[in-house]
């Protein structure tokens, strides 16, 4: 099965976790999109939903699901989203597709985050891959420095605006042994937003599609 077939089927998995007449969290990316598209196939049996981002926005308006402001919000049932990787403790990377301070709010919310992956994303150590970090852009050479003296080496996302406005820095070869620790320490430097780590909120039910079918952890 190729990785986009995997992924379309674990966003229509995500389904039975939603229960009716709630208020859903939605993440962001081309998991989170398939897992939109099935939501759409219910979409009058729920209240509606809070979105992370403006590309997952755009689609719930095509498929006519109803979005609401988080301030006006004050249930969020399950927050369903996906990772760039996940450990066996639960812990994740997230923010590939640069809406991780978002993501991060809605998932502090939830009542139970139901993370949704193709089995692609599951590693030993987190840290295979770059580790997002946004942050206010007029900080970004101060915490790129910071960043280094922690041992990484942060590359600067040209190009790339955040939906709060801000810059993201991609962080490579981070050794992340105490994934909380490294969450701590690097939201404590002045001028980042927040950082791909989700440690201290971890997800609740993994779904892992493999070519063998849908694998629940929780
Ligand atoms: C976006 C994210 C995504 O969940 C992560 O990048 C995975 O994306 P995809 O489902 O496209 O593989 O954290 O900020």
Known sequence: ???????????????????????????????????????????????????????????????????????????????????????????????????????????????????????????????RGPLPVEVIPMARSLVAKELIRLGGLPEYRYGVVTDNGNSILDVHNMNIINASLLEERINNIPGVVSVGIFAHRKADVVLISTKNGIKVLN
């Open 1 to 127: 099965m190729k990785q986009d077939e995997l992924k379309k089927a674990v966003g229509w998995a995500a389904l039975k976790y939603i229960k009716f007449n709630t208020i859903i969290g939605i993440g962001t990316g081309s998991t989170v999109s398939y897992f939109i598209n099935a939501l759409g196939s219910i979409k009058e049996k729920i209240i509606g939903v809070v979105s992370s981002s403006k590309n997952s926005s755009i689609q719930l308006k095509k498929v006519g699901i109803p979005i609401y402001n988080f301030n006006n919000i004050d249930n969020l049932d399950v927050y369903i989203d996906s990772a760039d990787e996940i450990d066996k403790y639960m812990q994740m990377i997230k923010g590939g597709g640069g809406a991780l301070t978002q993501e991060k709010i809605l998932a502090f919310a939830a009542k139970q985050f139901i993370c949704i992956i193709d089995s692609s994303k599951q590693v030993d150590i987190l840290g």
